[in-house]
């Protein structure tokens, strides 16, 4: 018997470092104490059906198993043949992966970009003036007498949000845990967060916008102007009575509520109204929470290494950087790359149809450790190592908690971490 204690779990941006992990004689996993639904799944990973188990490239009709090396001589030929390679992914790999992608992007003047082009980058930008992000979930843990969830099932995507941060553990200004906490949930649809909410706002996208203003005009004194269906004035006038008698808001906000066209407008209206509750002398933070338990880490060594979030195009002096136009689908989608580099993504499910044309029309390289809709239309894929489980490095936690991954399993025979494989790349190119 063995017992491996403060494993850290990549499940998702909580990145909790409280996971204990009980080996029987044979080495084999007795017990995990501590872990979540979402992140066994990420356990199982190592065992399943689906799991890539070799490199391979594509033939004619299917494809071939090639050795690592040979993955390492083909992936970089590719990229030195590639007149403006895109290199995409990177929320799911750790910083020192990321800076690798970086070089390699920039020595090729390439395009590099990160999941955070679709909104999380401005949310990010907006917290940091705020001061919404740096050890918000541990504040929130001592002070917070009111969460709002904004946009955000936790109960799905963070699951030891609330026992662990939000809802019921007891803190140093909110000693009675569950009962000392107003729990708001505004979102487009009933979730398991939203069943223990004690005010709920069920809404559609645009009431949910007007919502959030009609309570920063509410909180100024202006008066009720304008209706939200299914909203009374008595119910609105209550949670802006609850909302001044609270010390500290906690906002949480998710991707279902700004990742569209319009994430700057609704971003802004968050943060708007943190000014006004903070006006009438509440604390209030809104922090963004992420899925990819790399997400914050992506943003940050991008934005070290280059001076921008994401969406860098390093052959273009005059305009570098432009979420809009240089992110990953945009390049897709207007043919300015010619060939994808992916790192932990699936972004074929999430392609358009004529970008999904556009994409299959020039050659891409996968790299990441399960069999995606992305590795199936791949020219050639990689298998790595399962970031956490069987390579470390260093990540950070949805509000910046600078962590260090320790693996618990060596990778399978010939299969490289993302940092190991990009690192030869980048040595052959
Ligand atoms: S909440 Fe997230 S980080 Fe924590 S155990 Fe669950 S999946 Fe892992």
Redesign the pocket.
């Known amino acids: 018997m063995g017992r491996v204690e403060k494993l850290v ?1 990549t ?2 941006s ?3 470092e409280d ?1 204990d992990v009980v080996f029987d004689d044979k080495g084999k996993i007795n017990n995990i104490f501590s ?2 639904n ?2 066994f799944e990420r356990f199982k990973h190592l065992s399943l059906d689906n799991r890539l188990k070799s490199s391979a490239i594509r033939g004619e009709n299917k494809f071939t198993n090639i050795s690592i090396d040979d993955a390492v001589e083909r992936v970089a030929e590719m990229l030195k043949a590639s007149k403006k390679p895109l290199l995409y992914g990177w929320g799911y790999c750790s910083c020192e992966a990321i800076k690798l992608g970086l070089d390699i992007a920039r020595k090729l003047k390439g395009v590099f970009d990160n999941q955070a082009s679709k909104g999380y980058w401005y949310a990010y930008a907006q917290a940091e003036k705020y001061e919404s992000i740096s050890n918000v979930l541990e504040k929130t843990l001592d002070y917070a007498n009111h969460v709002i969830f904004l946009g955000f099932n936790p109960a799905e995507t ?4 609330a026992s662990r941060y939000s809802i019921f553990p007891r803190g140093v200004k909110v000693e009675k845990g569950v009962e000392g906490r107003s729990i708001t949930v505004i979102d487009s649809e009933e979730t398991k967060t939203s069943r223990i909410a004690h005010n709920k706002f069920i809404l559609e996208a645009e009431d949910e916008l007007k919502l959030i203003k009609t309570i920063s005009s509410m909180l100024k004194g202006e008066k009720l102007t304008t209706s939200i269906s299914d909203v009374s004035e008595t119910k609105l006038l209550e949670l802006v009575r609850d909302f001044k008698n609270s010390s500290y808001i906690s906002i949480f906000y998710g991707s279902s509520f700004f990742e569209n066209r319009d994430y700057r407008l609704k971003v802004d209206t968050i943060y708007q109204l943190v000014e006004k509750i903070r006006e009438v002398n509440v604390e209030c933070t809104a922090l963004p929470m992420p899925k990819p338990y790399n997400m914050l880490g992506a943003i940050k060594t991008t934005l070290k290494e280059t001076g921008y979030p994401c969406a860098v195009d390093f052959s273009d002096e005059e305009k570098k950087h432009s979420p809009e136009e240089k992110s990953a689908i945009n390049m897709i989608l207007n043919g300015e790359v010619d060939l994808a580099l992916i790192v932990g993504s699936n972004i074929f499910a999430e392609l358009s149809r004529p970008a999904r044309k556009k994409f299959m029309g020039i050659p891409v390289i996968v790299l990441d450790f399960i069999e995606s809709l992305t590795v199936k239309n791949s020219n050639l894929y990689v298998a790595s190592a399962i970031t956490g489980l069987e390579t470390g490095g260093t990540v950070y936690r949805a509000d910046e908690k600078k962590i260090s991954l320790t693996p618990l399993f060596k990778p399978p025979e010939n299969i490289l971490s993302d940092e190991d494989f990009l690192s030869k790349v980048y040595k052959k190119i």
């Open positions: 779990c499940g998702c909580l990145l909790c996971i872990m979540c979402v992140g963070h699951p030891r949000h």
